[in-house]
């Protein structure tokens, strides 16, 4: 199984089409669910890349799976924190939290740690 057949088999997904697929992992008291990645491959103890915060949430993982980019934020329509639905989240940064940002968003450099660590998608996303 794929990292990301693994993922998405995490998600309850009743309706594929229109219905929200709630994670069945880990959930935190706001109710977003949280996904912990796979260290990046031959990384050595000490440097940055083994040290990266491997954590983010899951419903932010989802988007960059199916969208192929990470916006800094990643909001649900639908108001269901831990749903994971692509269709249902929309990629925004903070000053303009809104859809207008979906497009203009792209190729948008992505601060903090979980937006580093996609940097190295391409290395883990193969096994
Ligand atoms: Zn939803």
């Known amino acids: 199984?794929?990292?990301?057949?693994?993922?998405?088999?995490?998600?309850?997904?009743?309706?594929?089409?229109?219905?929200?697929?709630?994670?069945?992992?880990?959930?935190?008291?706001?109710?977003?669910?949280?996904?912990?990645l796979p260290r990046i491959p031959g990384s050595k103890p000490g440097t940055e890349e083994h040290s990266l915060n491997r954590a983010v949430k899951a419903h932010r993982l989802a988007f960059f799976l199916h969208y192929g980019w990470y916006p800094?934020?990643?909001c649900h329509e639908c108001d269901n924190p831990s749903c994971c639905n692509p269709y249902h989240l929309f990629g925004a940064d903070s000053s303009h939290n809104n859809k207008d940002t979906f497009i203009k968003g792209r190729n948008k450099t992505v601060r903090g740690s979980d937006g580093r660590f996609m940097n190295y998608y391409p290395v883990f996303g193969e096994n």
């Open 72 to 74: 800094e934020l990643v």
């Open 1 to 36: 199984m794929t990292f990301e057949e693994k993922f998405w088999g995490k998600c309850e997904q009743e309706d594929v089409y229109d219905g929200c697929w709630n994670w069945t992992g880990a959930v935190d008291s706001e109710g977003y669910g949280w996904h912990t």
